[in-house]
């Protein structure tokens, strides 16, 4: 596939069709996906020797922050194309993730919020990685309401698109900033590709699918919510060219 | 760009201009928070650095929507679209005149203040001089976030909430210069990226705005 053929889907009529074949399987996959790899993960991993059970809140705090972070990546990519190609399925696309990345974000906070009171005996700490989720989060919050505050389609678009690009600079910065402020609570990565230590393989592939999971539901809520939001803008279009008429 | 600079610098001092409303909330933050936390001399000093730097951060962001606010309102941003200078230099003139009128007179209280919360002495100058370099950046970057929220009704919260983690990186390594610095400890790192995050700003931001502004106006 040549990458012109990739901006057919920016069509919207071709975005609806092509969606209406994969949203199905894409759908499924992820419920099989999760539905195993959680069950998995649950119920058939041993208890780690120092936190006893509660390590299994694993496999919805790494796949959740996994997603909160990619999230926003792609809201960075599919703004960036809307600044440059205007096309508006990417700006719906971008609105439609944000909510699913706030969410994530919220999931990531709490479980880790959970997690941390039995083994570091506090919900909070001023953690550089808590604290650079929490500051994600407000970015998303942001987003989302300059989203909701404007009744313009494409000054929302183009607004939200311009703040997703500044956002992304800024986060990336009190990333750093927040690790020279403050030394951290949170363990290291334990899932890297190049290190020695790694999280042992019981807990890393029951883990691994769920990841999966995590990452083709992402897809399949940003696909429904993408579709949504292009019928909903129809129908707008639609009653406003009725309401001319009558 | 001069003849808009002091324009927008002698709206400002004038009566309605809100000239003095920053300086006068960060007077209130810096003489309540004893009464909040308590007269203790050595607990006072050890907070006062970041104490001085959010009370600033909060009468910088008290001002922002005054920014394009009024001039939005009246039509007169329409026509400075119009006009032959760029947006961009429009939006930089815009954030150095919300500078001189609220960073720089915070900026100058500081020390003062700062008698008042028991800052050790080596901070003092420490403190002036991260405040100074850092406030700039408050400017500009709240420059934009008026930018983004000029066409709005009722932009204020949403302003404060876009520009609350925009803010972050600067009230870290500002907050931490005046810390060290009143604690006698090197300064040299937050310092320099405090001076980093600032010319930063200053260079990027303003065509992020101008573009804003440019689709607000639309």
Known sequence: ?246 | MIALLTRDMRLAVRAGGGFGLGLAFFLIVVVLVPFGVGPQSALLSKIAPGILWLGALLACLLSLDRIFALDHEDGSLDLLATAPLPMEGIVSVKALAHWLTTGLPLVLAAPVLGVLLNLPGPGFGWLLLSLALGTPALSVIGTFGAALTVGLKRGGLLLSLLVLPLYVPTLIFGAEVARRGAEGLDVTTPLALLAGITCGTIALLPFASAAVLRVNLR
């Not at chain 1, 500044?166 to 990336?172: E, I």
């Not at chain 1, 927040?178 to 019981?202: I, R």
């Not at chain 1, 406003?240 to 009558?246: D, K, L």
Request: net charge neutral; hydrophobic share 60%.
């Open chain 1, 1 to 246: 596939m040549s990458l012109n053929a990739l901006w057919e889907y920016a069509n919207p009529k071709k975005f609806i069709e092509t969606t209406d074949r994969v949203l199905p399987f894409v759908a499924w996959a992820a419920a099989l996906l999760l539905a195993a790899g959680l069950v998995w993960g649950f119920f058939f991993t041993p208890d780690d020797y120092q936190q006893g059970s509660t390590v299994k809140i694993i496999y919805l705090h790494v796949p959740a922050a996994l997603m909160a972070i990619n999230a926003w990546l792609m809201m960075l990519v599919t703004s960036l194309v809307w600044i440059v190609r205007r096309h508006h399925v990417s700006a719906l696309a971008a609105r439609a993730a944000a909510p699913v990345g706030m969410v994530m974000t919220l999931i990531a906070l709490a479980t880790g919020a959970l997690w941390g009171q039995p083994m570091w005996g506090t919900w909070w700490a001023w953690d550089p990685r808590l604290t650079s989720f929490l500051i994600l989060f407000l970015f998303y919050l942001g987003y989302i309401a300059l989203w909701e505050a404007i009744e313009n389609d494409d000054t929302a678009a183009d607004l939200t698109s311009i703040l997703c690009l500044v956002g992304s600079v800024f986060a990336l910065l009190s990333r750093y900033a927040v690790n020279f402020w403050n030394q951290g609570l949170h363990q290291g990565a334990s899932l890297s590709l190049d290190k020695e230590e790694n999280v042992a393989d019981v807990f890393w592939y029951p883990l691994l699918v769920v990841m999966a999971g995590f990452v083709l539901l992402f897809v399949a809520l940003v696909l429904v919510r993408t579709r949504t939001e292009i019928r909903a803008r129809r129908m707008r279009a639609l009653l406003a060219r009725e309401r001319m008429q009558a």
